[in-house]
């Protein structure tokens, strides 16, 4: 089944820590994206791609990078997480259709 | 730049029908998309004006005025289930990714 995944779902970790948020999807659409949303707020883009080896930085400041070497992998890395870090982080894709966006079930990340 | 503007909540109750309106600000335009975030849960797509007029889907349609730079959502025969967020989304910045709204929380009352 076609279908986007987010690993893991909920992440607790200390300052400092080096993580990395996995994200595959098996529909073979060439775009994919992070976004970045705290509870109740809006949703902001931190990282997206076109696809195998373009990654563009988004429009809100992050200190994570990306790196896409398989079209249907799209992982995003914090070499040094901190509290500020702590949010839900959604990855997407799409196709030739960017309006239309599939999104993954997110991870929801607690830095202490 | 690109900048949307949503109502921050709405309340309806069962049965009833709401509307939710969304303005944008773009240098170029393609198209106004909606989507649907529960509580928790991740975004989904619900529907996509490209030109003036009114898109329905089920229970659900959107209306797209160009001229007015404006949109909205509406839903018909609210459910409980309809409890969520909406956002609204344009193209932005070079028009290869969507910039969305703040979103407008929609709350459902028996």
């Known amino acids: 089944e076609a279908d986007i995944y987010q690993t893991p779902r909920y992440l607790v970790i200390g300052t400092g820590k080096k993580i990395t948020l996995e994200c595959s999807q098996t529909?073979?659409?060439?775009?994919m994206y992070w976004y970045q949303q705290d509870p109740g707020m809006e949703l902001h883009l931190i990282h997206y791609?076109?696809?195998?080896?373009?990654?563009e930085k988004g429009d809100l400041s992050s200190e994570s990078t990306v790196s896409r070497i398989r079209t249907e992998h799209f992982p995003l890395t914090l070499e040094s997480a901190r509290p500020s870090h702590t949010s839900q982080y959604l990855c997407?894709?799409?196709?030739?259709?960017?309006?239309?966006?599939?999104f993954g079930p997110g991870t929801r990340l607690t830095v202490l | 730049g690109q900048s949307l503007e949503q109502p921050s909540e709405v309340t309806a109750v069962e049965g009833a029908i709401v509307q939710i309106n969304c303005t944008y600000q773009?240098?170029?335009?393609?198209?106004l998309s909606w989507y649907q975030q529960h509580d928790g849960g991740a975004p989904t797509f619900l529907s996509y004006?490209?030109?003036?007029g009114l898109e329905e889907t089920g229970r659900f349609s959107s209306f797209l005025s160009r001229s007015d730079s404006y949109g909205y959502l509406l839903l018909q025969e609210l459910q409980m289930k309809d409890s969520a967020s909406y956002f609204c989304?344009?193209?932005?910045?070079?028009?290869?990714?969507?910039?969305f709204g703040a979103g407008t929380r929609l709350a459902v009352h028996p």
């Open positions: 997407a894709s799409s196709d030739s259709r960017l309006d239309v966006q599939f």
């Open positions: 529909m073979g659409h060439d775009k």
């Open positions: 791609s076109y696809g195998v080896n373009s990654t």
């Open positions: 773009t240098s170029g335009f393609y198209g």
């Open positions: 004006n490209a030109l003036d």
């Open positions: 989304a344009v193209r932005g910045g070079g028009y290869n990714k969507l910039i």
